[in-house]
């Protein structure tokens, strides 16, 4: 840890979770002791007892400097001395923090070892150097088939699952992150009731990944200042591991719109002007920050980041997913239970679908998604008592099986199973003539025995 400055006392301020503290410029220039992003100690001399406080400059005026207290303010009086420390927020990093849970401040919450003497990195860095990007071309597979069959996700890849409060995406994040072929999983939860941070180990433990994967988790208890530590914390580990020991990394976040309302809450204690529904101004280039270290990186591994962004009201114009949508390449639309086809995007999918998959996979993926769309006008000939024609029927009973083989986000099937599902779902209810499809491909996967009777 570096070694202890220059000692501030003149406390100009305290408002809820800030601490504004006398720092002259010229003492700035003269020792560089203060910085954006650095940590300080707050020793409250009432209580010579108590900790020092942790806290983190976020504003650097002319003579001022603002400080958010991670354990909050309750108690801290005016006269408290304040210690910079000259290095911004830091995080164990090694092989010795896989298979363990983390707090928005990195300190353990498994009841394990304190990892003080490991080797710590910095959390702030920038994002990677374009020239060391190279083009995606891997498949990450999650066995959900609505997204290995018609919206893969790519290594390297940064993707969104819209949502609204209700739906189960936390479980369908933990059911990826059980099932990803990823070399390391890095988990970031952000705003989660233990029972979600308790369900997500539970799932990783079961499923046997827990031993790659490491956890940073911020409770809707903890200080708001941390809710903004674990997505960099989460980011930072896992770049580390793609760069120097070439791993395929895969990030989870959940949930980014709950970082960016820590965000707002942060700005309004600043009294930051607002923008949009209350929040910060420059929201876009905070969660861009963030989602531009997904990268495939040259002669290393890959850092891939799937988040879930909340869409209040299930508005999609909302701040948060409009932002988002403008940084990610595509986005997962989960509703109603299930993966919404039409929704969801991804955008990469194109450099593996057929490439590195099956030959039948882009005819596979566009024919189903041509029926299903089929199916749902034909629902709505019937439920506007339209006559029906035995080709409707059809449709209608192929709808069904969408919905229950591939739709429901419970379904776990390998890609090569589910194309080969998909086949056999197209051949219970059409004709191969129906298909519009490459006849070599109907040659030799139409599975005729199964062929509707």
């Not at 983390?102 to 710590?120: C, M, N, R």
């Not at 039409?342 to 490439?355: A, E, P, T, Y």
């Amino acid at each position: 840890m570096s070694q202890l400055l220059l000692c501030y006392s003149r406390i100009l301020e305290i408002v809820g979770d800030l601490v504004k503290v006398y720092v002259p410029e010229p003492d700035r220039d003269a020792t560089g002791s203060v910085g954006f992003g650095d940590l300080a100690l707050i020793e409250n001399p009432l209580d010579p007892s108590q900790l020092p406080a942790l806290a983190q400059v976020i504003e650097l005026n002319r003579d001022s400097v603002s400080l958010q207290v991670f354990s909050g303010t309750k108690g801290l009086s005016t006269q408290a001395s304040i210690r910079f420390l000259g290095h911004s927020m830091r995080v164990a990093f090694s092989s010795n923090i896989l298979g363990r849970a983390f707090s928005g401040v990195g300190a353990p919450i498994d009841a394990g070892p304190d990892l003080t003497e490991e080797p710590h990195i910095e959390i702030d860095g920038p994002t990677v150097n374009p020239a060391r990007r190279v083009l995606a071309s891997r498949m990450i597979r999650t066995d959900v088939p609505m997204i290995d069959v018609f919206n893969s996700l790519v290594e390297s890849q940064k993707i969104p699952i819209f949502s609204v409060a209700g739906e189960p995406y936390n479980q369908l994040l933990a059911q990826i992150g059980a099932h990803a072929d990823a070399d390391i999983i890095v988990f970031g939860g952000i705003g989660l009731i233990f029972d979600d941070y308790h369900f997500f180990k539970t799932a990783f433990e079961q499923a046997g990944v827990l031993a790659k994967t490491v956890m940073y988790v911020h409770l809707g208890s903890d200080p708001t200042v941390e809710a903004l530590l674990v997505p960099d914390m989460a980011l930072a580990v896992a770049e580390r591991f793609a760069v120097e020991e070439g791993k395929r990394v895969l990030v989870l976040l959940t949930d980014m719109t709950a970082y960016a309302d820590a965000l707002k809450e942060v700005g309004v204690a600043m009294e930051h002007v607002p923008s949009n529904r209350g929040y910060i101004g420059d929201l876009y280039s905070q969660l861009a920050r963030r989602y531009e270290k997904a990268c495939d990186y040259k002669g290393a591994g890959s850092v891939t980041i799937l988040s879930v962004t909340t869409m209040p009201g299930d508005d999609v114009t909302h701040p948060v997913p409009d932002n988002t949508g403008y940084i990610t390449e595509g986005q997962f639309y989960l509703h109603d239970g299930v993966l919404d086809p039409f929704g969801s995007l991804s955008r990469l999918k194109q450099h593996v679908i057929g490439k590195v998959t099956r030959e039948d996979h882009g005819q596979i993926m566009n024919t189903m998604v041509r029926f299903y769309a089929a199916a749902q006008d034909a629902q709505q000939k019937q439920a506007m008592s339209f006559e029906l024609t035995e080709y409707d029927l059809r449709l209608l009973r192929f709808g069904d099986l969408f919905r229950q083989r591939f739709m429901d986000i419970r379904v776990t099937l390998p890609l090569e199973k589910a194309l080969d599902l998909s086949w056999k779902t197209l051949a219970e209810c059409f004709e191969a003539e129906e298909l519009l499809m490459k006849q070599d491909l109907i040659d030799k996967y139409f599975p005729v025995a199964t062929q509707r009777s």
